[in-house]
């Protein structure tokens, strides 16, 4: 009876995520939280346990069945060695795209004594969102990684989640505040603009994936240049045409709205990525208040 019901539930979202995807509709979080997979208070106490842990619970999804539990783990190690999913505050978003995989799947375990996750503030993670992902299906997957993010970000989840005592309760939790997140608009918060001026290329995408998993949902990239490109072009610094480096002189420019309340969070993981930036040259962060913003950036 149990496994009629799991697979009836597992039919049914399947069927409301075709029925969007063949009208051009996006993922839904509701419709990709698997209930049976979510668990309470793990006992394992470091990264590689719990991926592992993670690994063994998405084996047994029926979405995920196909694939081995040794290669879903090795897909999540592989993403942990570019950088750790441990953002800070207690969360981290082990993900990973895998292929062959025909629906995105996301399931939630918790730790109330902690999880040495290596997150970027140093702190255990008590909270474990995990995401699997169609291989191909990149703009959706960082839809679906933003969305969960502002849900944590803009709710007591945490909080809560702590207080489940059950898998269905740590899932029901989950999709509780996935309502009240999807109801409240960002733009009632009070934005500033965010810019991240970059010239070394090794920052930008894991300052990009930062700013994702803190809920920011779009941001602009302008391509730019620093002084040094133009200055051999004055006739004082004419000789010195050839010395002035072109990699080092090319820049890039991020540019985002995000909550002001958020603001030294987000400059605080940045740091974490770049180092401390008034001590190292390279990159440079400044915000600055906006009068008035109509429209969005949002990824489409």
């Given at each position: 009876?149990?496994?009629?019901?799991?697979?009836h539930?597992?039919a049914?979202?399947?069927?409301?995520?075709?029925?969007?995807?063949r009208?051009?509709?996006?993922?839904e979080?509701?419709?990709?939280?698997?209930?049976?997979?979510?668990?309470?208070?793990?006992?394992?106490?470091?990264?590689?346990?719990?991926?592992?842990?993670?690994?063994?619970?998405?084996?047994?999804?029926?979405?995920?069945?196909?694939?081995?539990?040794?290669?879903?783990?090795?897909?999540?190690m592989?993403?942990?060695?570019?950088?750790?999913?441990?953002?800070?505050?207690g969360?981290?978003?082990?993900?990973?795209?895998?292929?062959?995989?025909?629906?995105?799947?996301?399931?939630?375990?918790?730790?109330?004594?902690?999880?040495?996750?290596?997150?970027i503030?140093?702190k255990?993670?008590?909270?474990?969102?995990?995401?699997?992902?169609?291989?191909?299906?990149?703009?959706?997957?960082?839809?679906?990684?933003?969305?969960?993010?502002?849900?944590?970000?803009?709710?007591?989840?945490?909080?809560?989640?702590?207080?489940a005592?059950?898998g269905?309760?740590v899932a029901?939790?989950?999709?509780?505040?996935?309502?009240?997140?999807?109801?409240?608009r960002?733009?009632?918060?009070?934005?500033?603009?965010?810019?991240?001026?970059?010239?070394?290329?090794?920052f930008?995408?894991?300052?990009?994936?930062?700013?994702?998993?803190?809920?920011?949902?779009g941001?602009?990239?302008?391509?730019?240049?620093?002084?040094?490109?133009?200055?051999?072009?004055i006739?004082l610094?004419?000789?010195?045409?050839?010395?002035?480096?072109?990699?080092?002189?090319?820049s890039?420019?991020?540019?985002a709205?995000?909550?002001?309340?958020?603001?030294?969070?987000?400059?605080?993981?940045?740091?974490?990525?770049?180092?401390?930036?008034?001590?190292?040259?390279g990159a440079?962060?400044?915000t600055?208040?906006?009068?008035?913003?109509r429209?969005?950036?949002?990824?489409?």
């Amino acid at each position: 009876m149990r496994f009629c019901q799991r697979t009836h539930r597992a039919a049914a979202r399947q069927i409301r995520r075709h029925q969007r995807q063949r009208h051009g509709g996006i993922v839904e979080l509701h419709d990709i939280v698997i209930k049976e997979a979510c668990a309470a208070d793990i006992k394992e106490r470091n990264k590689e346990a719990v991926l592992r842990r993670v690994a063994a619970i998405a084996a047994h999804i029926p979405a995920t069945d196909h694939l081995t539990e040794e290669h879903i783990f090795t897909k999540l190690m592989e993403r942990e060695e570019q950088g750790s999913t441990g953002f800070g505050n207690g969360i981290a978003i082990p993900h990973a795209r895998l292929p062959k995989l025909g629906e995105f799947v996301l399931f939630i375990v918790t730790s109330r004594r902690g999880v040495d996750f290596r997150a970027i503030d140093r702190k255990k993670v008590n909270a474990l969102f995990v995401l699997l992902g169609p291989e191909e299906k990149v703009n959706e997957y960082l839809k679906v990684l933003a969305a969960v993010s502002h849900v944590i970000n803009s709710t007591s989840l945490r909080r809560e989640l702590m207080a489940a005592h059950t898998g269905q309760a740590v899932a029901e939790t989950f999709l509780r505040n996935v309502h009240i997140a999807t109801g409240e608009r960002r733009k009632t918060q009070k934005m500033v603009a965010l810019f991240v001026v970059l010239y070394i290329d090794d920052f930008f995408y894991d300052i990009l994936e930062f700013l994702i998993q803190q809920g920011v949902e779009g941001a602009t990239v302008i391509e730019s240049s620093g002084m040094g490109h133009y200055i051999s072009n004055i006739p004082l610094f004419a000789s010195f045409i050839g010395f002035m480096n072109e990699d080092k002189n090319r820049s890039r420019t991020i540019v985002a709205l995000v909550p002001e309340d958020d603001v030294h969070h987000i400059i605080d993981g940045i740091e974490a990525i770049t180092g401390n930036l008034d001590k190292k040259e390279g990159a440079m962060v400044f915000t600055l208040e906006v009068g008035f913003h109509r429209g969005t950036m949002k990824m489409m």
